[in-house]
C-alpha cells in the first residue's frame, strides 16, 4: 500500500521563499515499493486509492485540500491552510501499448506517454530520451513536476511551439472520494487512447473539448491531476547562440517575428536563398538601467538529433557568495540608487556571455536551476505585437518609480488551446523581470507597489496583457482576472462546476483562487454546459 | 620588534581583515552533480541553501587514519537513500579541518561532506 506521512507544520513557503504562508498539515505519499508490488499499474492504481482516502480524510474534517510538487511557483497558487500534499515521490510511468490508441487518434501511438503526477521535467526528459524522444519544448528549467507546469501554464520560449499544457493529450483526474470519482478527461476532437486504458486505471472516460481545455490550465483547482498523456516528438538537437546585436533590431523582431527579412543573421543558419531561418526560440535580455544601443539576444535552432556533438555541460562552475547578493539587497534597501550599479557589476553572473554557441538536446539546453536564495519573478503576457510598447512602458515605470533589484527578459510562445492559459495570444511575448526579492524601505517601493502599478500602466496605455499563474502579482487588484480573461474566466468557472461537486470544488480551492475571483461554483445554466457530475 | 599602543591598535583592524580574508580563502567547497540524475526530494528541507527541498545527507567527522592509511571509502546510507545512487557529492574544506590536519601531522583528518541521493524511480 501507499503510505502518507502527516507533519503537523504552521507555515509553509515556496521554493524562493515568497511567504510563509499558514500550514495545519503537510501530508507526503510514498508509493509501495517494487518489490512488494511489481506492476507499475497496481502501484499507479494503489495510489489513487490513498488520494481518495486522503481526500476524504480532508472532506470529513472540514478541510481543504491541495497537491503540490516542486513548490516552484511564486505565487500562492500552490498554497492551501489546511491541507498539503507533496506529491513528488508519484512517479511513476505507465506505458501506452499500440492497441490502447484511439481509432480516430491524431497522435503517433510512438509519441505516446503517460506519467504520474510527480515526474519532474528532467525525469520526463529521461524516460523519453530512452525511446529517442523529447518534449517539445520545457520551461527555461527541468525541476518543476508535470502536474504543476500544466496547472500554472509553464512554457519556455519556443515561437511556434506552446507550453507544457499544450502537449498535453490526456488527463487523469481524482476529484473525489467516490469510485466514479477517477476520470480519464481527453478532448473530444482529439482522443488518444481507447476506454480500455482508462479501465486500466479504473476511470471512466469523459471526452469533451470544453472541459479538457478548462482542466489542462486548472490552477491546481481542478481535483487532483493523477497522471497526464503527453505527446512527445522525435528527440532532436538545439543550436543555441547568444549574440549582442542592435537594440532596434531586436525589438522589431520581437514586434513582427518576421526572422526572415532581419538584420539578425547567424553563419549557416540561412535559407537557400540567405534569407535568415526562423529559430525554434528568441530570447531578449534587457538592463533596464543602461541605455545600451545593444541587447543580448538568445536563438537557437531545431537540428535532427545525432551523435557525436560537443558536451553542452562547462565541467566547472563557479557560484557567488550568497551572503554577498544579501549584502548587496540589504545596501540597495537602504540606497536604491546603488541598484543599476550592482546590476551592472553582476550582470556576467546573470546573462550568458555573449557569442556563446552550445549543442544540445531539449533536456541539456534547459537544465537544472539550482535555488540561490530568495527570488522575485513577474511575468506578463502580452501580444507579440506590443512587445517593444509593453517593454518601454514597464522598464521606464522600474527607472521612474524604481529601482528595483532586477532584470528584464522577452520570450515567445505560441498560443495555447487552455481556457485559461495566460499565452493566449497568437504570439505572446512575455515579459519577465527576475531578481532577488527585497524589503520595502521608505526609499524603495515593495514587490507588491511595484506589481500593481505595473498592471496599472499597462491598463493606462490600452495593453491587453495577461499574467502568469506561477509569479509574483498584484493578484487581488479589482476585476484582474475578467480584464485579463473576459469570459473566458466564467467559461472556466462554469466548466469547473461541471466537473467537480459543490463540497469538492471548496476542497480544491484556496485563497488564491478566492482572491482572483474564480473560487465560485456557479451552477451550470439552462443554456450552458451539462453536468458530468 | 616593539611597537606602541596606538600603532598596535591601528593595526589590529588590518590583521583581523587579514585573518579574516585567510580564513574565507581556506574555507572552500567542491560539488560534483550528476547531469543525469534528479534529486531526492524532501519537502520538510527548508534550509536556505543550495540544498533546500532535497534530502541531503551530511557526513561530518573526524576520522583517525594510520601510516599505511591511503584512502578513506564511505558508503551510503540507507535512510534517505532508498535508491542507493548519487546525485551529488559536495566535499567542504575548512581552516580548521586543515589545521587539524597539520597539527596532527595527517593522523586525524576531519571529513565533511554532504551528499544528495537521486530520486527514486518508479
New interface residues.
Given amino acids: 500500500m501507499a503510505t502518507t506521512k502527516d507533519f503537523q507544520k504552521t507555515q509553509w513557503d515556496t521554493l524562493h521563499r515568497n511567504g510563509p504562508f499558514p500550514l495545519k498539515l503537510l501530508q507526503v505519499t510514498e508509493l509501495e515499493g517494487k518489490a512488494n508490488m511489481p506492476s507499475s499499474l497496481d502501484r499507479y492504481n494503489d495510489a489513487a486509492k490513498e488520494i481518495q482516502r486522503l481526500i476524504t480524510e480532508a472532506h470529513n474534517n472540514g478541510h481543504g485540500f491541495r497537491p503540490y510538487g516542486s513548490r516552484w511557483s511564486m505565487s500562492s497558487i500552490a498554497h492551501q491552510k489546511d491541507r498539503m500534499h507533496f506529491n513528488s515521490h508519484m512517479n511513476i510511468d505507465l506505458p501506452v501499448q499500440p492497441g490502447e490508441v484511439h481509432s480516430s487518434s491524431p497522435y503517433h501511438h510512438s509519441n505516446l506517454f503517460f506519467f504520474q503526477c510527480g515526474n519532474t521535467i528532467k525525469e520526463i526528459s529521461k524516460a523519453l530520451g530512452a525511446h529517442g524522444k523529447s518534449l517539445k519544448t520545457s520551461g527555461a528549467s527541468n525541476g518543476q513536476t508535470i502536474a504543476g507546469c500544466i496547472a500554472t501554464g509553464v512554457h519556455g520560449s519556443a515561437l511556434d511551439v506552446g507550453s507544457i499544457q499544450d502537449y498535453v493529450v490526456g488527463l487523469n483526474l481524482i476529484v473525489g472520494p467516490k469510485d466514479t470519482d477517477i476520470v480519464y478527461l481527453e478532448r473530444k476532437t482529439k482522443p488518444a487512447l481507447k476506454d480500455s486504458f482508462a479501465q486500466k486505471i479504473k476511470a471512466r472516460v469523459i471526452r469533451d473539448d470544453a472541459l479538457f481545455n478548462a482542466a489542462v490550465v486548472g490552477l491546481g483547482s481542478f481535483g487532483f491531476i493523477h497522471g497526464v498523456l503527453i505527446e512527445a516528438e522525435n528527440r532532436f538537437l538545439l543550436k543555441r547562440y547568444v549574440r549582442k546585436i542592435d537594440k532596434q533590431t531586436a525589438l522589431k523582431l520581437s514586434d513582427t517575428m518576421d526572422f526572415k527579412n532581419s538584420t539578425f543573421k547567424i553563419d549557416g543558419e540561412v535559407d537557400q536563398a540567405g534569407k535568415p531561418l526562423r529559430p525554434y526560440h528568441y530570447k531578449v535580455f534587457i538592463n533596464p538601467y543602461i541605455n545600451d544601443s545593444q541587447y543580448v539576444v538568445e536563438a537557437m535552432y531545431k537540428k535532427p538529433y545525432r551523435t557525436p556533438y560537443p558536451d553542452p555541460f562547462t565541467t566547472i562552475e563557479k557560484s557567488i557568495y550568497r551572503d554577498l547578493i544579501y549584502l548587496l539587497i540589504k545596501i540597495s534597501e537602504r540606497f536604491p540608487k546603488a541598484i543599476p550599479w550592482f546590476i551592472k557589476r553582476l550582470e556576467n553572473a546573470i546573462l550568458p556571455d555573449v557569442n556563446e554557441e552550445t549543442t544540445g538536446t531539449l533536456y541539456e539546453t534547459f537544465w537544472d536551476a539550482p535555488y540561490q536564495g530568495p527570488a522575485f519573478a513577474c511575468s506578463f503576457g502580452v501580444d507579440h505585437k506590443h512587445s517593444s510598447k509593453a517593454l518601454k512602458i514597464l522598464t521606464d515605470l522600474t527607472k521612474n518609480e524604481g529601482p528595483i533589484p532586477g532584470i528584464f527578459a522577452m520570450r515567445f510562445v505560441k498560443k495555447s488551446e487552455a481556457t485559461l492559459a495566460f499565452t493566449k495570444f497568437p504570439i505572446t511575448c512575455v515579459i519577465e523581470i527576475d531578481g532577488v526579492l527585497w524589503k520595502k524601505s521608505n526609499k524603495l517601493m515593495s514587490l507588491k507597489e511595484f506589481s500593481a502599478r505595473m498592471i496599472q500602466v499597462l491598463k493606462q496605455n490600452n495593453i491587453p496583457f495577461t499574467i502568469h499563474w506561477g509569479k509574483n502579482a498584484a493578484w487581488t487588484f479589482p476585476g484582474l482576472v475578467d480584464h485579463m480573461f473576459g469570459s473566458k474566466a466564467k467559461e472556466w468557472e462554469q466548466q469547473r462546476a461541471r466537473l467537480l461537486s459543490p463540497e469538492m470544488a471548496v476542497l480544491f480551492s484556496n485563497k488564491f483562487l478566492k482572491d482572483i475571483g474564480l473560487s465560485k461554483t456557479p451552477p451550470p445554466t439552462g443554456g450552458g454546459p451539462t453536468p458530468i457530475v | 620588534m616593539y611597537m606602541t599602543p596606538s600603532k598596535a591598535s591601528k593595526r589590529l583592524p588590518m590583521f583581523l581583515a587579514a585573518a579574516l580574508l585567510f580564513l574565507c580563502f581556506s574555507c572552500y567547497s567542491v560539488k560534483i552533480?550528476g547531469?543525469?540524475s534528479?534529486p531526492n526530494?524532501d519537502?520538510?528541507n527548508?534550509s536556505?541553501?543550495?540544498?533546500?527541498?532535497q534530502r541531503v545527507i551530511v557526513l561530518d567527522t573526524i576520522v583517525k587514519s594510520g601510516v599505511i592509511t591511503d584512502g578513506i571509502g564511505l558508503k551510503t546510507q540507507r535512510e534517505g537513500c532508498a535508491s542507493g545512487e548519487l546525485h551529488s557529492v559536495e566535499y567542504k574544506n575548512t581552516f580548521g579541518g586543515s589545521l587539524l590536519y597539520l597539527v596532527t601531522f595527517g593522523s586525524k583528518r576531519k571529513v565533511r561532506i554532504k551528499y544528495v541521493c537521486a530520486?527514486?524511480?518508479?
Fill in positions: 552533480v547531469v543525469n534528479v526530494p519537502p520538510n527548508d536556505d541553501d543550495g540544498y533546500r527541498n530520486k527514486t524511480e518508479n
